[in-house]
């Protein structure tokens, strides 16, 4: 115990030494001071056991190694001929020093050359000076000159002798965007907090618009000179949804359909349309790990990601070069996770995209997810294509870093967590291609009027019994007091009160038959979408089209040749769709 406290009374020393006096002292030697603090009182303990610090090799204990190997500053302690004695992991990561062995090396050994003012100052601290040395840009070892603050004081033995030199750096390069990318973190969560709320309502009118443009057109015949014009309001429609899925992506409330996927499919999958869609001056290469662990994804939307990455390194090289797309597995480490804010350790799978193009300023890096941000020109870029990447892959519970300088190419690295489920079967959708038509009662709760009004219209000209409630607590009511007898649940998951998922929990215990389709672009504050891909759970994304309403209640209540209404058959136009009454 004893060898473990005494460089550690030294460090309260320095710490004291240095203290108000020199004005604000941020961070590490705070640390220091914590550190030494607990270090004083059990050498106060130890005190009767010390033996003569010069009559034992200074920090040869290992267990002093150890405290010193985990403090969490870059430290490192040397003896009098400054000969390293014990490094925290810090300092190891800082100077990029890696898994080199330095105990027992010279310092002049492992930061070749030394300059001389540098020399100079390390012999005044032997002499008992205590140095402050301000962003001094050092060459590491790695090759990167960093500006490193540093502090330096020497340590003393039992005998009141100077034993060596405790050294503590800051690397300020690295350590200040580190502080940025936290801010920018918070500022990233409040605009998503904003852009969910706006997308959310724009998707309740959208699927107004979309869903009455439709039934109109279908009314009017596809000829006719307003048909033309409606085609153009549903094109426009398309559009706004289509960003609309954007800023849901970023607010990460998007509804995710999660299952077990192998990104190393989902590549290989998508690289034939990638080829087809980014032309032929640009290569397109896969480097593919096979057995890789699966991840919990959506794989439409990790088809999402992977294209606006494809695309902005199809933008990035105007006169072509090479986009490669890559898979792997990956542990993120402690410090990993320290140093780039955002990431946790653990187990996960990678997928990079990695292009040969113009490359990115690091002002440009630091704000390339902010959604809007785009230095592309007007109408061609919305700047939120990688906002819209950033909240899939967190939604996800990932990570996304990106590496870029000008002139030296752009890589986008995307990190999920590995899942022990095991890949499932693609399942085939049933082809239909006219919208079906039914007979059976179906309970609607939507708490928006008009999209409830859209909605109950639809599925009544199609032949349906709509029951409908304007909230969950209502829909329970009308169940309780008239019992009718439903064949399907039809609600959108956020509603005020209960929620879609709170409801349908109500309804299948009462009638376990009953499967349920839930509407819904945005999650509200159900946090994952756990449990939505289970067998009678179905996902209807807003905003739909009535005939995507129409086929996936038909897919949920089984083929429509099954249940065709009895008598006479309803009239359909030449598409086979009915003919709206
Ligand atoms: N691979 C890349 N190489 C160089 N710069 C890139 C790369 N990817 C993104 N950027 C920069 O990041 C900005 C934001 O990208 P983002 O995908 O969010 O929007 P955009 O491509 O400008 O527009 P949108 O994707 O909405 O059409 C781009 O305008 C570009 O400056
Ligand atoms: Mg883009």
Known sequence: MAGVCEPVVSAVTFCEGVGPADGPRPGPERRVRQHACRGRSSNTQAKAHVPRADATPPLGDARLRGVVERAPVAMAVLDRELRYLAVSRRFLIDHGLGAVALIGRLHD???????????????????????????????????????????????????????????????LTEREPVREQRGQGQKMQALGHLAGGVAHDFNNLLTIILGYSELLTRQIGPDKSIGRDLRQIMAAAQRAATLTRQLLAFSRKQVLKVAPVDLSAVVADVEPMFRRLIGEQITVETVLARDLPPVMADVAQLEHVLMNLVVNARDAMPRGGVVTMATGPAELDRDYAFTHPGAKAGSYAMVSVRDTGIGMSPEIRARVFEPLFTTKERGHGTGLGLAAVYGIVKQLGGYIGVDSAPGRGTTFEIYLPTTTEAVLAPQVPLPLVASPVGREAILLVEDDDNARAFVKTVLERYGYRVLDANSAEAAVTLLDSQHPSIQLLLTDVVLPGLDGRELAARVTRAQPHVPVLYMSGYMGRLRTAKGFHEPGVQLLEKPFTAHALLTRTRELLGQADDREPVGASPPRDSTGDLVPQ
């Open 109 to 171: 050994d492992v930061f070749p050359p030394v300059p001389e003012r540098w020399s100079t100052l390390l012999e005044r601290c032997v002499a008992g000076a205590t140095e402050r040395l301000e962003a001094s840009p050092y060459p590491r070892p790695d090759g990167r000159p960093k500006a490193v603050r540093w502090d330096i004081t020497p340590w003393y033995t039992d005998a009141h002798e100077i034993g060596g030199l405790i050294l503590v750096s800051d690397v």
